[in-house]
């Protein structure tokens, strides 16, 4: 009882957090905010998280979790499997634009890990995992020989890359493009490269 008490403590202000940096960016997160954000007192978010980057450490991997599982969730509510990796661009794709929060919070990590190993290894663990997941997608098509032999982690590069670029584009400037019209198009580009008869 205690403990479940300890993790929705834990989970409020990890919420918290991630809205507060939403809607302010990572130079403007105080203890102060956390603690209007979340309810809570300074001393109660204290005796979680020592430190604000053990905090943030939290975030990152709640945001991770987060992520994961929408991605997960409607890839296996899906009936219709037969292109895995279009269906995953295109849910990836849809996340972004669902919920521009992560994007908002992984713009603030990004540029956090430039000046500090312990996000920076964070990051680095976080892109390995979507690099991994997205080229996992081509591998139903590699083995029945609907794509062109490549390598999955590339192509995950690529898809990340894609993603997090259309993605951070857009919830900094959601009147420059048509946000479905430019999704579509990088999904188009991505098959058209994977398709056996393109040299």
């Given at each position: 009882?205690?403990?479940?008490?300890?993790?929705?403590?834990?989970?409020?202000?990890?919420?918290?957090?991630?809205?507060?940096?939403?809607?302010?960016?990572?130079?403007?997160?105080?203890?102060?905010?956390?603690?209007?954000?979340?309810?809570?007192?300074?001393?109660?978010?204290?005796?979680?998280?020592?430190?604000?980057?053990?905090?943030?450490?939290?975030?990152?991997?709640?945001?991770?979790?987060?992520?994961?599982?929408?991605?997960?969730?409607?890839?296996?509510?899906?009936?219709?499997?037969k292109d895995h990796i279009r269906y995953r661009?295109?849910?990836?794709?849809?996340?972004?634009?669902?919920?521009?929060?992560?994007?908002?919070?992984?713009?603030?990590?990004?540029?956090?890990?430039?000046?500090?190993?312990?996000?920076?290894?964070?990051i680095k663990d976080f892109l390995k995992k979507?690099?991994?997941?997205?080229?996992?997608?081509?591998?139903?098509?590699?083995?029945?020989?609907?794509?062109?032999?490549?390598?999955?982690?590339?192509?995950?590069?690529?898809?990340?890359a894609l993603t997090l670029g259309i993605g951070?584009?857009?919830?900094?400037?959601?009147?420059?493009?048509?946000?479905?019209?430019?999704?579509?198009?990088?999904?188009?580009?991505?098959?058209?490269?994977?398709?056996?008869?393109?040299?």
């Amino acid at each position: 009882m205690r403990q479940n008490r300890a993790q929705e403590r834990i989970d409020q202000i990890v919420d918290a957090v991630i809205r507060c940096i939403a809607d302010n960016g990572y130079e403007n997160l105080t203890m102060q905010n956390i603690s209007e954000y979340s309810g809570l007192s300074r001393g109660a978010i204290n005796h979680y998280f020592k430190k604000k980057e053990d905090i943030l450490i939290e975030v990152l991997k709640a945001v991770d979790q987060q992520l994961f599982k929408k991605v997960d969730d409607k890839i296996r509510s899906s009936s219709d499997l037969k292109d895995h990796i279009r269906y995953r661009l295109s849910v990836t794709y849809e996340l972004a634009k669902e919920d521009p929060v992560f994007m908002y919070v992984l713009m603030d990590f990004f540029a956090l890990a430039a000046n500090n190993s312990t996000y920076d290894k964070g990051i680095k663990d976080f892109l390995k995992k979507y690099r991994y997941l997205s080229g996992a997608g081509l591998r139903p098509g590699l083995k029945n020989g609907k794509y062109k032999e490549v390598n999955a982690i590339s192509i995950g590069a690529i898809v990340v890359a894609l993603t997090l670029g259309i993605g951070i584009q857009w919830v900094l400037d959601k009147n420059s493009f048509d946000y479905d019209e430019v999704a579509r198009i990088a999904e188009d580009m991505v098959m058209f490269y994977l398709r056996k008869n393109n040299k």
